[in-house]
């Protein structure tokens, strides 16, 4: 049995020891040691004075309310695991409980207190029952995390464990307080006070770093992005919203790139976006259309457009980073020559490598503004009686070096790149202009049929562009049909299924496109708002001769009109096709045998002949 002496003894050099952890800790927060090294001697030293409770401080993430482990060595592994993502709350257990109410919470039975009551089987397999947690406060009063005492036995805390933990907490916050402080001055000498993307400085390191550590086969994009016409945003709008669109811009570009490529803000209006790994230069060239389409969407009013230049470093020996980001920007320059709100790659060597796909990748964004995009119109018609119901409006893309593209490559090719949006959108306005102007001119209304793809679908505001635009063109919603493919359907979500809604609450018919061809189901036709069916033309080939095409189309009627729709023939080439379909009731019908898309002005022709 131990006399007075040497219990005085004991205590004393436990509490030396306490103490010698305490000027450690500062010593650590003083040289700006890890975060974790203090708070790791926090809870060593804790557990060496007591060693019946096992010590655990953990960080409270201001954003999402959540719990993660900073220290605490002597708990099983796997529940401090358990613990890490944890939201806080008045019930979830005592550190939940602590962070939640900014008070120190005591659980002397965790069997007992229904805070524990959810994850009691984890607490049995750690051997814990008591858990008494005091949460880690900044000067003002923000909870920082908790610091945690447990123990393998029920029981309440002793005067001294909670000055333990009083003491314990307020050095932990002077810890966290001061990593706080670190982190945010290395982000301050690293990052842009306007956009909080990466400097000039870092920026122009990092794509060092990465040109010295490229492998001889790993291609690496540096991509340099300028917004255009931003002096007259200046002159116009002030600084201080000028300064508000560059942020937007800058959030933008970050959302827009892949995972691993790293966005910085040069200066001024100019962007640096490092893509290391590309495999080619295609794959360079569909991150710069990205950026474009993330750019141009509209800011509130302002639509904001960008030039942008590519350097694609491939093959053995690489420039060092000045010179390569000056080559992104010598083709930045090359793109506001060439016309803005484009991409262009750095030399013709360079241009040469991009192949056909790429130039249209670069280029179809502005295709439509230049005046290489135009549309034809291919009429429909009613299968009895053979008058003309109305026309599709059907895109074509003349471009100046590659000659006349088929819509079956660039309108694949839109889809990837996003472009299709805003391509869509000058489709719809176009179209309803022209055969708005066209009844007004002959006094022949026709109804006008538009493809939608399943990106514009996806848009929350696409119904309120289309509502705009038949009111900017005065083309009556009566008469506008939207035509979707089945793919759209496949990717379906709850917002697309509200802008289906609320086109049909406005008035618009929808019609489902190539019916057959995907993953075609009944459920549809009961489930989304659609007024028609149009069955591909790969079925109408084989009529009347192939009896497996004539069954299909016969059970498609059949399903449209259990449902109450209407269905249209596309791609209707032969007399014998034509009399078929009128045989197993098919309600419309279109193809070259009864009318080729062509151009506005043949169209008016066709109906100046038909009124006379």
């Given at each position: ?172 916050g002077i810890a966290i307080e001061r990593h706080r402080a670190m982190q945010r001055l290395v982000h301050d000498a690293t990052h842009d006070a306007l956009t909080g993307l990466l400097n000039r400085r870092t920026i122009f390191q990092l794509v060092e770093s990465a040109l010295e550590e490229r492998a001889a086969d790993s291609d690496l994009a540096v991509i340099f992005v300028d917004l255009d016409g931003l002096k007259q945003l200046n002159d116009t709008l002030g600084h201080d919203r000028t300064d508000e669109l560059i942020g937007a811009v800058g959030a933008r570009l ?50 904001v457009t960008a030039s942008i230049g590519i350097a694609v470093v491939s093959g053995p020996g690489a420039p060092d980073a000045r010179e390569a980001i000056r080559q992104a920007d010598s083709a930045m320059y090359d793109a506001k020559r060439s016309g803005r709100d484009r991409v262009c790659f750095f030399g ?265």
């Open positions: 049995m131990s006399n007075p002496a040497q219990t005085a003894e004991r205590e004393l050099a436990r509490t030396k020891d306490l103490l010698a952890s305490h000027a450690r800790m500062h010593e650590l927060i003083a040289r700006a040691a890890p975060l974790e090294d203090v708070l790791t001697e926090l809870v060593t030293g804790i557990e060496r004075y007591d060693g019946s409770v096992m010590p655990c401080a953990v960080l409270l993430d201001p954003e999402s309310n959540t719990l993660h482990p900073g220290a605490g060595p002597s708990l099983p592994p796997e529940y401090v695991a358990a613990i890490d993502g944890v939201v806080i709350g008045p019930d979830v257990g005592s550190c939940g409980a602590a962070a939640w109410s900014g008070r120190m919470t005591i659980t002397e039975d965790m069997e007992e207190d229904p805070k524990w009551a959810p994850i009691l089987p984890l607490t049995r397999t750690a051997n814990l029952r008591h858990c008494w947690s005091n949460p880690i406060k900044a000067p003002d009063g923000e909870v920082l995390g908790t610091l945690a005492l447990y123990g393998p036995e029920p029981r309440s805390p002793q005067p001294e464990h909670l000055v333990l933990l009083e003491d314990g907490a307020r050095v932990a970050a959302a827009a790139v892949r995972e691993d490529d790293v966005v910085g803000r040069f200066g001024g209006d100019e962007f640096i976006v490092l893509a290391r790994g590309v495999k080619d230069a295609e794959e360079a060239a569909e991150i710069g259309a990205r950026l474009l389409d993330a750019i141009s969407n509209p800011l509130e009013d302002v639509t013709e060597a360079a241009n040469a490598r991009t192949g056909r796909r790429v130039t249209m990748t670069t280029q179809i964004r502005g295709a439509a503004a230049r005046g290489e995009m135009h549309l034809v119109f291919q009429p429909l018609f009613e299968i009895d009686g053979g008058d003309l119901l109305g026309v599709e409006a059907l895109l074509r893309w003349s471009h100046p070096e590659l000659g006349d593209v088929s819509p079956g490559e660039f309108i694949p090719l839109a889809e990837e790149t996003g472009a299709i949006v805003p391509l869509g959108a000058w489709v719809l306005r176009e179209s309803c202009e022209t055969i708005a102007a066209l009844a007004a001119e002959t006094g022949r209304s026709l109804e006008l049929s538009v493809n939608v793809s399943a990106k514009q679908l996806a848009e929350p505001g696409f119904a309120g562009v289309v509502r705009k635009t038949l009111a900017d063109t005065g083309f009556p919603v009566s008469d506008l049909i939207l035509e979707i493919t089945e793919t759209a359907f496949l990717s379906a979500d709850a917002a697309t299924d509200r802008t289906l809604h609320d086109l049909k609450a406005l008035g618009v018919r929808i019609v489902l496109d190539d019916f057959g061809t995907g993953y075609s189901s009944l459920s549809w036709l009961k489930r989304h708002p659609l007024d028609a069916i149009k069955v591909d033309r790969s079925f109408v080939s084989g009529l009347p001769e192939e009896r497996g095409d004539s069954a299909i189309v016969k059970a498609v009627i059949g399903m449209a009109r259990a449902f109450g729709r209407t269905v249209t023939a596309e791609g209707v080439e032969t007399e014998s096709q034509l009399q078929a379909l009128r045989d197993l009731g098919c309600d419309h019908a279109q193809g070259f045998l009864l009318g080729r898309p062509v151009p506005v002005g043949a169209l008016r022709d066709g109906l100046r002949r038909e009124a006379a």
